[in-house]
C-alpha cells in the first residue's frame, strides 16, 4: 500500500512517488538558480543562518531564492526567472508589490524628511481615514504588528487594572511573549520553541480552544481578565473560520465581564476595506493592522473605542513620570505616515477590493476541482482575497484540528514543486493571496502547476 493509512494528509498519495519528486525537484532547484546558490554562500559568511532573518530559509529549498525586483503580482529572482506571486510578503504586499500609489507618496516624502519624532498632515489625515474604515474614533502607530499587540495588552491592562490575558491555541500575534502558550492534552502549556524566556506565560495567560464558547466563559468568570486578543478568523496555524453565531455570542460574553475584545485584522484584513469585523458586524473595543497598511512599509496602527480609549489616558495621567514601555523611536515617522495615506485613500477601497475577493472565489473554486478529480480527502477554505488548502476533509474548528492537519513534508514538496513551476505560495502552511496586480492567467498558472504537481504524486 502506497499511501498512509495512519496519515490523513496523504491518503490518495503514492508516497513512494512523492519523495522520488521531491528529490527531482531538488535538484532541478539548484540547477536553475546558481546566481541564487552563489548569493546564498555569500551571505552565509557573515549573516546569521545565511539569511537577514532566520526564518527567509522555512521555504523547504536547498538554499534561500534570491530576490532582484519585486512588482506588482510578479517577483523576480537572482537567476531571472518571473514567479507569480501569491505569498505577496506573507500579507505585508497585500495590494501588490510597489504599488504605484505607495511608491509616488515614499518618493516624495523621501525628499522631504523620512523621520523627525514630530507629526504632520499626513497623521491627521490617517487618523481620519482609519476612524472612517474600522469605527473607532482614535489611534496610536507602531513599527510592527508584534509591537501594536504588546503596546494594546499594556495600554488594556494599566487602563482596566486587570492582568490576564485570553487567547486562543494555535494562535500567532507576532512575537509578542504573552500569546505564545498552547493547549497540551488540554492543558496549558508554554510553547517549546519560544526561545530565551525565563518567565512563566501561564500565570497571565489564559488559552482556550477557538469557537469554544463555554470555555471562553469560563476563563472570563474570574472577573481578572483585562483582554481577549484573537483574530477574527485564525489564518496563523492554518485557517479557521468562526462557526455562525460566534461572536456575536463572544462579544456579549467579553463585555458582561467587563473585558475588551481586540481584534488582530493583519490578515483578516483580506475581507474588505475593514477587515473581517466592519464586514461582518463585529464591534471590538480595540483593533491591531500590521503590514499592509502601508503598502509594505514597514508600519502598523491600533485603535481604541470611545470608552478604552478615554481610560487608557487616564491611565497614563495617573502613572508617574517616566518611560510607558509604549512606543519606539520611529513609531509614526513622516515616511510611514505617508505610505498609510496613500494606501487607506488609494488602496484600501471597495473598488480595490471587488475584483480581488471574485478572483480568490475563482482560485479556490479551481483548487476544489483539482483535489476532487485527484480524489484526496483535502479542503479549500476561503477568506476574502485569501485561499487555503488544508490536508483534511472538513475546514477546522479549532486550532487543534487545524494543527493536526499540517504536514510539513507534503508542504515542503508542494512548495519547492510550485516554485520550479514558477508559482510561489506562502511557506507557513498553504496560504494563498490575490492582489490588485494578479491576473486570471496568473491564478490559472497556478492551478495548472497545482494539477502537475498531484500528477506526480496521486495514486494514479
Not at 248 to 268: M, N, S
Not at 388 to 401: K, L
Amino acid at each position: 500500500m502506497h499511501d498512509h493509512p495512519l496519515c490523513p494528509s496523504r491518503s490518495g498519495l503514492d508516497w513512494a512517488r512523492a519523495q522520488a519528486l521531491l528529490r527531482k525537484e531538488q535538484a532541478a532547484f539548484i540547477l536553475r538558480n546558481p546566481h541564487s546558490q552563489a548569493l546564498a554562500r555569500r551571505a552565509a559568511q557573515h549573516l546569521l543562518f545565511g539569511v537577514p532573518l532566520h526564518w527567509m530559509n522555512d521555504w523547504g529549498t536547498p538554499f534561500a531564492l534570491q530576490v532582484v525586483q519585486a512588482q506588482g503580482a510578479h517577483l523576480v529572482d537572482a537567476d531571472g526567472h518571473t514567479l507569480a506571486d501569491f505569498c505577496l510578503g506573507d500579507t505585508g504586499a497585500m495590494f501588490g508589490h510597489s504599488p504605484a500609489p505607495v511608491a509616488r507618496a515614499v518618493t516624495r516624502q523621501a525628499t522631504q524628511g523620512l523621520t523627525a519624532m514630530l507629526p504632520g498632515e499626513d497623521a491627521a489625515v490617517v487618523g481620519e481615514l482609519l476612524s472612517a474604515r474600522f469605527g473607532l474614533p482614535f489611534w496610536q502607530f507602531a513599527m510592527t504588528a508584534s509591537d501594536a499587540n504588546r503596546f494594546v495588552l499594556r495600554w488594556l491592562r494599566a487602563a482596566s487594572g486587570r492582568r490576564k490575558l485570553v487567547v486562543f491555541n494555535g494562535c500567532y500575534h507576532g512575537t509578542v511573549d504573552d500569546v505564545f502558550v498552547d493547549l497540551k492534552g488540554g492543558q496549558p502549556t508554554q510553547r517549546s520553541s519560544l526561545l530565551g524566556q525565563v518567565h512563566d506565560l501561564t500565570a497571565h495567560t489564559v488559552v482556550i480552544e477557538f469557537n469554544d464558547l463555554a470555555a471562553l466563559e469560563a476563563a472570563l468568570t474570574q472577573g481578572d481578565v483585562a483582554c481577549v486578543l484573537a483574530e477574527p478568523a485564525m489564518t496563523n496555524i492554518g485557517m479557521v473560520l468562526p462557526a455562525p453565531g460566534y461572536w456575536p455570542a463572544a462579544q456579549a460574553l467579553i463585555r458582561r465581564h467587563g473585558a475588551a475584545l481586540v481584534l488582530d485584522e493583519t490578515h483578516t484584513i483580506s475581507c474588505g476595506p475593514g477587515g473581517y469585523a466592519r464586514a461582518n458586524g463585529l464591534q471590538p473595543d480595540a483593533v491591531v493592522l500590521g503590514k499592509p497598511v502601508g503598502g509594505g512599509v514597514p508600519c502598523a496602527v491600533y485603535g481604541f473605542s470611545a470608552e478604552w480609549a478615554e481610560r487608557a489616558v487616564r491611565a497614563k495621567h495617573r502613572a508617574p513620570p517616566g518611560h510607558s514601555g509604549i512606543g519606539t523611536t520611529l513609531s509614526g515617522n513622516l515616511l510611514a505616515m505617508a505610505a498609510m495615506r496613500a494606501t487607506l485613500s488609494e488602496l484600501m477601497t471597495d473598488a480595490v477590493y471587488a475584483p480581488m475577493l471574485a478572483l480568490a472565489t475563482t482560485l479556490a473554486d479551481g483548487l476544489r476541482e483539482c483535489i476532487a478529480r485527484h480524489h484526496l480527502h483535502w479542503c479549500v477554505t476561503q477568506l476574502g482575497a485569501r485561499t487555503e488548502f488544508q490536508f483534511r476533509a472538513t475546514a477546522p474548528r479549532d486550532g487543534s484540528e487545524a494543527a493536526a492537519s499540517l504536514d510539513a513534508e507534503l508542504e515542503r514538496l508542494v512548495h519547492l514543486s510550485l516554485l520550479n513551476r514558477e508559482v510561489m505560495i506562502t511557506p507557513f502552511h498553504n496560504m494563498m493571496l490575490v492582489c490588485p496586480a494578479t491576473a486570471p492567467t496568473h491564478v490559472q498558472k497556478l492551478i495548472d502547476a497545482f494539477d502537475q504537481v498531484l500528477d506526480e504524486i496521486g495514486m494514479g
